[in-house]
């Protein structure tokens, strides 16, 4: 083995340059190679790993959301059997009927995702969903047109229990199944430790050889080349007769021993360089001139940037590629209590976000702030957001990425913004608890189509129906005849300003509350100027009064 070895070592230098070049090239592209069949590999498992985990992780949160919408089922069941009001009844059925269709596509949606190896285990559970649909919406349409005694007749056997009770076992089996299933795609990922070993040990493997490479390139190309560069020069000052180092090689160094040999024979041409040269310096010099002319322009150029970046309103800092700060103003440090001697250029965002956090200026840790500015620099997508500093204040900052590489953001204080939408907020809903709990009822028309955009629970309690069915119809839909006609037209007049504005009494047929004897006071409401946009309606039911003067 050493007699090959002593042979190949001797036999190195009558292969040319450009042999050994593409030799070495040959089996870097070879391991290269290698190296990325193996990552693609990884990559292609890791893909499959986590779609496999996708689908587990889907059919999971199937389980929970038909769980509960069993749950909610059966709690609307419920509502049915104890309810002794047929309206009442009748509203728990609707809500049935609207958790069953939801629990049907909830059942749809996860059975169009099912791999087939499951669909002989969700076939079982799929039959006895669609009986316990079934017998349910039979229950809401016997309690919708007989009653809620009806839907307990049909409710109180044993078969609905053990339909009930065979839906949870199912319940229960899908999801050990999937349980399963994910400890062994956990048992599998661990399996798969060798492929980082093997990438590991290639990875290591190029970069010895890449070492080994560069330091024969260095020995056998660079010196020799520096070599003969340091004769040339000495010729080029006059001293000709000089011996040409590495002359006897028969590679391409040799050759260009060879040319520098034959320079010395063409010495003479001297005089045309030195002219040559000449003329490189003149060009020199003008280049020189134009350099100094445009350092100038820059330096005005910066002067009136870094004036316009200390007048901002915002805090600004602009980073590079790896994070270095390249300009911040005082607005900036200002905000975050930032010396001067830490927030500079050249400053790492880190050390920043370090001194915030020891000013208790940073939720989070310093890393994890670091690692999601790292993704959205990545994302390279303008962005706008907001936090909360520990102190409470709000601050927004206006992100976006910059050519070349780097981020610059604004960050501006919007503590008092803020808090002037949440007095509004609250104030909202002050009025809106004061509406709802008013004894007259309080409703409020859009002025051009007069379909009711709001009603209060005494709205609800007079009309005899829920405000769900109120919102967005107009009177002539739901009062009888003649009497949606005749609000509608006292609508009208008021908003026309035929009407007179003193309360009016009228005598109405409600939809769901009998006849009633009710005082209503018309006000219209006007948004800026122009036309009124809302009708404001503030009813007293006098039906009572007017009774007991009877």
């Not at 629990?103 to 316990?132: G, Y």
């Not at 104030?427 to 955009?453: G, T, W």
Request: charged share 25%; net charge neutral; proline share 3%.
């Amino acid at each position: 083995m050493q007699a090959v070895l002593r042979r190949f070592t001797n036999s190195l230098p009558s292969f040319d340059l450009n042999d050994k070049i593409s030799a070495a090239a040959a089996g870097f592209a070879v391991l290269v190679m290698l190296s990325t069949l193996g990552a693609l590999s990884a990559l292609r498992e890791q893909r499959l790993f986590y779609d496999r985990l996708e689908a587990l992780a889907a059919a999971s949160r199937n389980i929970e959301r038909a769980n509960a919408t069993i749950y909610a089922v059966v709690m609307e069941s419920r509502g049915i059997y104890m309810s002794a009001d047929r309206n009442v009844a009748r509203r728990y059925a609707d809500s049935l009927l609207a958790k069953l269709r939801q629990l049907t596509k909830i059942v749809e949606e996860w059975e169009a995702l099912l791999p087939a190896d499951d669909a002989a285990t969700f076939a079982p559970f799929r039959q006895r969903i669609d009986q316990f649909v079934a017998f349910r919406t039979e229950m809401a349409r016997r309690t919708i047109s007989v009653g809620s005694s009806a839907a307990r007749e049909l409710g109180d056997n044993d078969e609905n229990r053990a339909v009930r009770t065979a839906l949870n076992e199912d319940l229960e089996t899908l999801s050990q199944l999937y349980a399963d299933r994910i400890r062994e795609l956990g048992e599998a990922a661990d399996a798969r430790g060798m492929v980082a070993f093997y990438l590991g040990g290639l990875g290591l493997l190029i970069i010895v050889l890449i070492a080994a490479a560069a330091l024969a390139l260095r020995w056998g190309v660079l010196m020799p080349l520096l070599d003969i560069a340091r004769v040339t020069d000495r010729i080029a000052a006059g001293r000709i007769k000089l011996k040409i180092p590495h002359a006897r090689r028969h590679d391409e160094i040799g050759h260009v021993a060879h040319a520098v040999e034959t320079y010395q024979d063409n010495v003479f041409r001297l005089q045309e360089l030195e002219e040559h040269e000449i003329e490189i310096e003149r060009q020199h010099a003008v280049i020189l001139r134009q350099h100094e002319r445009l350092e100038q322009g820059a330096l005005s150029s910066q002067q009136r940037l870094d004036a316009a970046v200390a007048n901002m309103a915002q805090g600004l800092i602009m980073l590079d590629s790896f994070y270095y700060v390249l300009m911040v103003n005082d607005q900036y440090r200002a905000l975050y209590g930032l010396p001067a001697s830490i927030a500079r250029p050249g400053t790492h965002m880190r050390d920043i976000l370090a001194h915030r956090a020891r000013q208790g200026l940073l939720r989070e840790k310093p890393a994890d702030f670091l690692a999601s500015l790292r993704e959205r620099i990545r994302e390279g997508k303008p962005a706008i957001s907001e936090f909360e500093l520990g102190d409470g204040r709000i601050i927004r900052v206006c992100e976006r990425p910059m050519d070349g590489g780097g981020w610059i953001a604004t960050h501006e204080d919007f503590t008092t913004q803020r808090r002037n939408e949440r007095i509004l907020a609250r104030a909202e809903y002050f009025l809106a608890a004061l509406l709802e709990n008013i004894p007259q009822a309080v409703v409020a028309k859009d002025a051009q189509s007069l379909r009711y955009v709001f009603v209060n629970h005494a709205a609800e309690k007079l009309f005899g129906l829920p405000r769900a069915q109120i919102i967005g119809r107009a009177a002539r839909e739901l009062f009888p005849e003649p009497t949606g006609e005749l609000l509608e037209s006292f609508d009208r007049a008021h908003l026309d300003e035929v009407g007179d504005e003193t309360p009016k009494a009228h005598s109405i047929d409600t939809p769901g509350n009998g006849k009633r004897d009710v005082v209503v006071r018309r006000l219209p409401v006007t948004v800026g100027e122009g036309q009124p946009k809302y009708l404001l309606s503030i009813v007293e039911d006098h039906t009572q009064d007017q009774r007991a003067a009877a």
